[in-house]
């Protein structure tokens, strides 16, 4: 009996919320209602070459209140599934477009 009470607190245990991934980014459109595009560049080391690499991901996010313009600097957060394309959300401005 003891073990079976064991083996159900560590399942429970188990099911806890992974981090979610955050990212830094510019953005590049607002064209949309409640999305924004923003692009998020990373630098990577080419394995073979060493060579530094510019890489750069688009990512659609949800913006409720329509307040980003392009050029904003945004944190952004990943979440649920909010549309096809929309998997994140913003978490900040760090900041705005001049």
Request: glycine letters at 2%; zero cysteines.
């Amino acid at each position: 009996m003891a073990e079976a009470t064991e083996t159900q607190t560590s399942s429970s245990d188990s099911s806890a919320r992974n981090a979610r991934k955050v990212r830094e980014g510019l953005v590049t459109s607002n064209a949309m209602d409640k999305t924004a595009i923003v692009t998020v560049t990373e630098r990577v080391r080419h394995k073979k070459y060493s060579k530094t690499l510019q890489r750069n991901t688009k990512l659609y996010v949800h913006d409720e209140t329509n307040d980003l313009n392009v050029g904003d600097r945004v944190r952004v957060a990943e979440t649920r599934p909010l549309s096809k394309l929309k998997r994140w959300r913003i978490v900040e401005v760090l900041e705005r477009a001049r």
